[in-house]
């Protein structure tokens, strides 16, 4: 028997928007309705496996029932562009999942709903619809079962007649006329006032029917039954108004909503697009031709280099090659390298590491540290790392393929070779996954494919650089790459081979007391609760939450109560337990995360961590570090501010000096808008939120009190990611009415920001693109898309990225200019740490006073604004100490 899995789509999507946290991929592309919708989706085709698959969509605000009621949905607030701009990211999901898709205009999902469960109904055909809408459970029959998302999207609820009969004492269809006694907010369907579900139950147990009740009006007493006679016509349209209708004209046949199953290809793509890593991870790895590049593979010579042919290599190397070093793993700190490509004097060779090792090699890597031997490489940064723990110095890298690729376009969020050589219509190469396998059946292959794949790297490289260098000319983005871009990644090398000391006895010591608070945390608990559980436990402590203690259990999933952050914050006013319990998960958080966490990140060696920035992973230009993050570790809590307190100076005397920009982004915002009140801020010194409450709110400096100015930082941030109202009304916990006036108060103040956004949006609309101060670009095709959700989130985008990533360009720009000054005045002081707008070095205690004073001035000097860069610094004998 076929089987009908039909989705709600507006109404699940709004489920996952509201049951997740805001998400966002690098791109700045809001993704949590989109992450919730896709589990959704997997978990329904795990489950119930679909012969037949659809999504119906509302086609539009305005359907046949404004016609009778214009009112009708009238008092639901506008959706917040954080979802709206993801429901054609939804529907590019499905295409992706081959899930057909279904609106029509005039009509709801429900109508569509319930057309196709009458089909259904008269074939005989199982169906399953998926729903947040309680309207639905009028289409309950032997056929048709109804799942009900409950609080979120994990959690649904399963009705047939048989459970809407024990649940509400109702049949299906008497669900309609539930409605249209009690009626319905969200939906504006006014039914008789008074009346809520209790009472439409009980009126429907007696009578059976909104008619049978008005009829029997009479028999009511006192004031319900003036409301009833008085509503009547109410609640007989209030009952039409949540009759789903189940006429509409639909040409599709059954057979075009059979399943196919998911395009591997296009899924991959999309995963790779939105950035839900863990969903990529669990598909099965790309089978043969489904990444294929459509290229065909040129003929290559090779050479794969033995002891007797190692000196001609070496003489072949000549001044210039392009250079690939193939690095086995993620972290190239404690990567493996399973050899080098060269592409020089016309010829490509292999040479396998243990080769460059030998005794036969040092000519090799006395080339490779060669300043002035001109190397090509793609990823120069990764290389560079992982042949220096391998005591090979790789210098004088003069193009890299992966940064260029990144700065022609930073949305790309997988760059890889093949992919480059597909974009730029080089020879096809195979992807490493092919070659290599993935996970557990990674091997390498035989001498011959392995160096041939190698090779193929290598001479790739060298097609790409002339391709790439006239692309970076074309796109003014030339001063950008060799200035800044391709010095940088040398700089990040250096920062990350030295690494940051860190006291792991501290540490240890650290941990010690953040257990002793947990005991102390966990007895309190058990004292409250009256019994020792498993706190760890979502079972057990829902237990003990909602049936011992009697707490109102506001959700619950499959396995028993939901216990989750949310529920728990809402239970805070009823009892003591739940502070402590939310403290408690804190600081076993720390503990398992921060402390045992970066115990095992300290090289056994070096007694450091050395962390690994990647330069082309954020759209903005923004830097990011991973084994360990050290740009997440938590300081809005004490505790967790103190984990900074293990970061230390490698050298007894010395000290760490941290320097912050102080509202760097704000400044550029000064800068790039013109805006004379903010100029004037920032040019006399002020407080710039202090100042924007006073502008806003009309008063003086004396009469700002904390609220207003914590208002006002909301928005001056907000502004800069483009936040909406709806985004600003979460952040201060206000009313979106409240927080769109506050917009509106901001931008009459400050024209200048205002005009700034209308100019940056048609730029974009004209060129397809916006750029930073420096020329860094972010392509904006959406910005001229007919949708209006996904052209409104390229304006925001447009808005936003010349701000965020100019920011990004500057401290980028201080740290090259760091790194050259001092070399230039042979300063022993050590560049460590790049946290955001912050800077960390560790000095010796007598060059603390230059340092002191070169560190704020270079970074304020990176580049020339209109308002002054600052810099605050501090030190002390930890970094702890330097704020």
């Known amino acids: 028997m076929d089987k009908l899995v039909i989705i709600d789509g507006n109404s699940i999507a709004n489920r996952a928007f509201y049951a997740l946290p805001l998400l966002s991929n690098s791109s700045g592309l809001h993704t949590n309705a989109v ?7 997997l978990r329904l085709i795990e489950e119930q496996k679909p012969t037949h698959f659809l999504v119906a969509f509302d086609a539009g605000k305005i359907t046949f029932r404004h016609k009778d009621y214009k009112e009708y949905k009238g008092g639901r607030t506008k959706t917040p562009p954080e979802l709206s701009e993801q429901f054609p990211l939804i529907k590019e999901l499905l295409r992706a999942f081959r899930i057909p898709q279904f609106e029509l205009e005039g009509y709801e999902a429900d109508d569509i709903i319930g057309t196709l469960t009458r089909l259904a109904d008269e074939k005989g055909e199982e169906v399953l619809v998926v729903s947040g809408d309680k309207d639905m459970l009028q289409l309950a029959s032997n056929h048709v079962t109804i799942a009900l998302t409950r609080k979120g999207i994990s959690d649904v609820e399963l009705y047939n007649p048989e459970e809407i009969k024990e649940r509400y004492g109702l049949v299906p269809l008497q669900i309609i006329d539930l409605k249209g006694l009690m009626g319905d907010s969200s939906d504006n369907i006014p039914g008789i006032p008074g009346v809520g579900e209790k009472t439409a139950l009980k009126m429907l147990l007696e009578y059976g029917s909104v008619e049978e009740v008005l009829s029997h009006a009479s028999e009511l007493k006192g004031k319900m039954k003036e409301k009833v006679e008085q509503h009547a016509q109410d609640a007989i349209m209030s009952k039409e108004l949540a009759t789903i209708f189940r006429e509409v004209p639909m040409s599709s046949e059954w057979d075009s909503f059979q399943y196919p199953g998911i395009d591997p290809q296009a ?46 290599l070496t003489e072949s190397l000549g001044d210039s090659a392009a250079l690939h070093v193939e690095v086995i793993g993620e972290n190239p700190h404690q990567a493996d390298i399973v050899g080098l490509s060269f592409f020089a004097s016309d010829k490509c060779w292999y040479l396998p590491f243990e080769l460059l090792l030998s005794e036969g090699g040092a000519g090799i890597k006395s080339w490779l540290a060669d300043e002035t031997k001109k190397k090509q490489l793609f990823d120069s940064h990764k290389a560079r790392l992982a042949l220096a723990w391998k005591g090979t110095p790789l210098a004088g890298v003069n193009f890299d393929c992966l940064l260029a690729a990144y700065l022609l376009d930073p949305t790309e969020s997988t760059l890889t070779l093949n992919g480059m050589a597909y974009k730029h219509a080089l020879p096809a190469i195979r992807a490493d996954e092919d070659v290599f396998g993935k996970g557990a059946k990674f091997r390498l292959p035989e001498l011959a494919a392995l160096s041939e794949h190698l090779c193929r790297k290598a001479d790739t490289i060298r097609r790409a650089v002339p391709v790439l260098e006239q692309e970076l000319d074309k796109s003014e983005m030339r001063d950008l790459f060799f200035e800044l871009e391709l010095p940088l990644a040398g700089v990040l090398s250096e920062m990350e081979m030295k690494g940051i000391k860190v006291d792991a006895s501290g540490l240890r010591l650290f941990g010690e007391e953040l257990s002793k608070q947990l005991e102390g945390m966990m007895k309190r608990i058990y004292e409250h609760a009256g019994l020792e559980f498993n706190i760890n436990s979502p079972k057990q402590l829902g237990e003990i939450l909602f049936e011992k203690l009697g707490l109102p259990a506001y959700k619950k999933t499959k396995t028993g109560y939901s216990t989750d952050a949310e529920v728990l914050e809402r239970l805070a006013p009823y009892h003591d337990i739940i502070a402590e319990i939310l403290n408690y998960r804190q600081i076993a958080k720390l503990q398992s995360t921060y402390v045992e966490g970066l115990l095992k990140e300290v090289r056994e060696e070096t007694g450091k961590v050395h962390t690994y920035y990647r330069q082309t992973i954020a759209a903005t230009g923004r830097l990011s570090s991973q084994f360990p993050n050290l740009q997440n570790i938590p300081i809005r809590l004490e505790e967790g501010r103190k984990i900074r307190k293990v970061f230390v100076p490698s050298k007894p005397g010395w000290q760490i000096l941290a320097a912050d920009y102080s509202q760097i982004e704000l400044r550029v915002l000064a800068h790039i808008s013109q805006d004379d009140n903010l100029k004037e801020a920032f040019l006399q010194n002020m407080d710039i939120h202090t100042k924007t409450a006073m502008d806003v709110f009309g008063v003086a400096a ?35 009415k409240e927080a769109a006036t506050f917009i509106e108060q901001y931008f009459a103040v400050f ?31 959406e910005i001229t898309a007919s949708n209006f959700n996904i052209r409104s989130f390229a304006e925001r985008t447009a808005m936003n990225t010349p701000i965020q990533g100019t920011a990004a360009d500057i401290i980028k720009l201080a740290m090259v200019q760091m790194s050259q000054r001092l070399q230039q005045d042979k300063l022993q002081s050590r560049m460590l740490l790049q946290v955001h707008d912050e800077l960390v070095f560790e000095v010796p205690e007598d060059e603390l006073e230059i340092m002191e004073r070169i560190v704020p001035e270079v970074m304020a000097g990176a580049l020339k604004l209109d308002v002054p860069l600052r810099a605050d610094v501090n030190y002390g004998l930890t970094w702890y100490e330097t704020k």
């Open 267 to 312: 899924l991959r793509a999309f995963y790779r697009k939105l950035e839900f890593k863990s969903l990529l991870e669990k598909m099965e790895p790309a089978g043969e031709g489904e990444d294929s590049l459509g290229q065909a593979e040129e003929k290559l010579a090779f050479i794969a280099v033995t002891e007797d042919s190692l000196a001609e």
């Open 751 to 781: 024209q200048g920001v205002r005009k700034y956004m209308d100019d940056i949006v048609l730029e974009a609309r004209q060129n397809g693109y916006v750029t930073t101060l420096l020329q860094r670009r972010r392509y904006l095709p």
């Open 35 to 41: 992450f919730g919708f896709t589990t959704m989706l």
């Open 702 to 736: 004396d009469q700002v009190d904390s609220n207003m100015r914590r208002q006002a930082k909301a928005v001056n941030f907000g502004i800069v990611y483009g936040i909406s109202d709806y985004g600003l009304s979460q952040n201060l916990g206000i009313t979106r």
